[in-house]
């Protein structure tokens, strides 16, 4: 009998999984279809690369603002409002997109939008990290990740298609209703196959918004690799086919199929690697990945250059989800999950927003060649800072997740 409690424990797909993953799967795919489609749609309306890169950005900025208060939040009053809430003005913002196609209305909701994201994902992911079992943590999450990668290959290969035909507004309400969707699974996940930890109540919220709690210090520098590292692939989703309609290499969207389907492929085993083995290795492997994604970007002229940026990206931030998101959670104990949560959240965010704003500026000024090039070059310091903070002290990240 005890063996059989034991297996339970470590089991992987339990409803609460499944139920998890779709909702995920529904919103997410909906965020990523405005994330690609929205730039398209604003250059449609004849804005410049300034104000394509900054609505990405707006929207990062508008999470970002939240992220210190939201893991507080949802540690402290539970997970499922926040959720709720966010989820519901998410959907209201994508019709809004439909119905008010104005450059200064957009700019408007899209930090909003960005907001609503902060808190439902802090929310998603802190629950993520309630049902993934802690001995098999980087595996679950490799699986679960698994849906947030199919969304990434439809999300934005969908919205290019729908943006190239003349469909933006069409576009944009397909997100609303994916939205919708996540929401009502989101009912029979709390209704039938979650139950929420112990909250955290032994203060009053005045006591509890205080940055020693707003930030779990263990999680800051994997979130702070994570972050840096998401400013290239940001950089690719926002002008990669914008890029691609300028050189004129036709099928943008097999950047984002690509990227996918190498996502799907390794991930799970990238995290039965990270599980067993640690991960020193697998987070120089990233970085490498990852710029070099970003250097054949900047040479693109062909459809095979393109896919083979995607394989790369796809490796690389993959093994990122694994390693890194790994070592900012899975270590946090029970009444802490929403802070490290949205401490890896506020970093790895802050690069996606930092990372288109700096992109247009450096299109405008290099051209897409040049900026792919300087920002392969972060990734590049970003592998040396992650070396030069020691393999020991990363190897203890993944001592305490086993423990």
Same mark, same amino acid.
């Not at 402290?76 to 913002?93: D, E, P, Q, S, W």
């Not at 994902?121 to 049902?131: G, L, P, Q």
């Not at 710029?291 to 990206?313: D, K």
């Not at 890896?344 to 930092?354: D, K």
């Given at each position: 009998?005890?063996?059989?409690d034991?297996?339970?424990?470590v089991?992987?797909?339990t ?11 529904c919103?997410f ?5 405005i994330?690609t ?5 604003? &250059?449609?309306l ?5 104000? *394509?890169g =900054?609505?990405?950005? #707006?929207?990062?900025? %508008?999470?970002? /603002?939240?992220?210190?208060?939201t893991?507080?939040l949802v ?18 913002c ?12 957009i700019?408007?909701?899209?930090f ?8 439902s994902s802090?929310a998603i992911?802190?629950?993520?990290v309630d049902?993934?079992?802690?001995k098999?943590f980087?595996?679950?999450?490799g699986?679960?990740a698994?849906?947030?990668?199919l969304?990434?290959a439809?999300?934005p ?5 729908? &943006?190239?035909?003349?469909?933006e507004?069409?576009m *944009?309400? =397909?997100?609303?209703v #994916?939205?919708?969707? %996540?929401?009502? /699974?989101?009912v029979?996940m709390f209704s039938?196959a979650?139950?929420e930890p112990p909250?955290?109540?032994d ?6 918004m ?11 520098f994997?979130?702070?690799?994570h972050g840096?590292?998401s ?14 309609a300028e050189r ?22 990238l995290?039965h ?12 492997m990233s970085?490498?990945?990852c710029?070099?994604s =970003?250097?054949?970007?900047?040479y693109?002229?062909?459809l ?7 394989i790369?990206t796809?490796?690389?931030?993959g093994t ?6 790994t070592?900012?959670?899975?270590i ?6 929403g802070?490290?949560?949205?401490t ?12 288109p704003f ?9 051209g ?8 392969a070059?972060?990734?590049v310091?970003?592998?040396?800072v992650?070396v ?6 990363i ?9």
């Amino acid at each position: 009998m005890e063996a059989e409690d034991s297996q339970e424990k470590v089991r992987i797909f339990t409803l609460g999984f499944i139920l998890l993953s779709l909702v995920n799967i529904c919103s997410f795919m909906a965020w990523q279809i405005i994330f690609t489609g929205l730039p398209i749609y604003l &250059a449609s309306l004849e804005a410049s690369s300034v104000e *394509v890169g =900054l609505v990405s950005s #707006l929207a990062m900025f %508008g999470s970002i /603002i939240c992220r210190p208060f939201t893991g507080v939040l949802v540690d402290t009053y539970g997970r499922k409002g926040f959720l709720y809430a966010g989820y519901i003005v998410m959907a209201l913002c994508s019709f809004c997109y439909a119905i008010f196609p104005i450059v200064g209305v957009i700019f408007a909701t899209r930090f909003i939008h960005g907001l609503a994201w902060g808190f439902s994902s802090t929310a998603i992911n802190t629950v993520s990290v309630d049902i993934f079992p802690r001995k098999r943590f980087s595996e679950a999450a490799g699986y679960y990740a698994l849906t947030g990668s199919l969304a990434l290959a439809l999300g934005p290969a969908i919205a290019v298609w729908m &943006a190239e035909g003349g469909h933006e507004q069409l576009m *944009v309400v =397909l997100a609303g209703v #994916l939205t919708t969707a %996540g929401i009502l /699974i989101a009912v029979v996940m709390f209704s039938r196959a979650y139950k929420e930890p112990p909250l955290k109540k032994d203060k009053t919220l005045r006591e509890a918004m205080v940055p020693s709690n707003m930030f779990e210090k263990t999680a800051v520098f994997p979130s702070l690799i994570h972050g840096l590292l998401s400013m290239g692939y940001i950089c690719m989703n926002t002008f990669g086919a914008i890029m691609g309609a300028e050189r004129g290499i036709e099928n943008m969207a097999a950047l984002f199929i690509t990227y996918a389907i190498a996502n799907v492929a390794m991930r799970p085993i990238l995290g039965h690697i990270a599980d067993s083995k640690g991960f020193f290795g697998l987070g120089v492997m990233s970085c490498i990945s990852c710029a070099l994604s =970003l250097v054949i970007l900047a040479y693109a002229s062909t459809l095979w250059m393109i896919i083979l940026a995607g394989i790369f990206t796809g490796l690389g931030m993959g093994t990122a989800m694994s390693v890194f998101y790994t070592m900012a959670v899975a270590i946090a104990p029970p009444d802490r999950r929403g802070a490290a949560t949205s401490t890896h959240l506020f970093f790895f965010n802050g690069g996606m927003a930092v990372g288109p704003f700096i992109g247009g500026f450096l299109v405008d000024a290099f051209g897409y060649g040049g900026m792919y090039l300087t920002i392969a070059g972060l990734s590049v310091l970003t592998c040396i800072v992650f070396v030069l903070y020691g393999k020991e002290r990363i190897d203890m990240y993944h001592t305490k997740q086993q423990g």
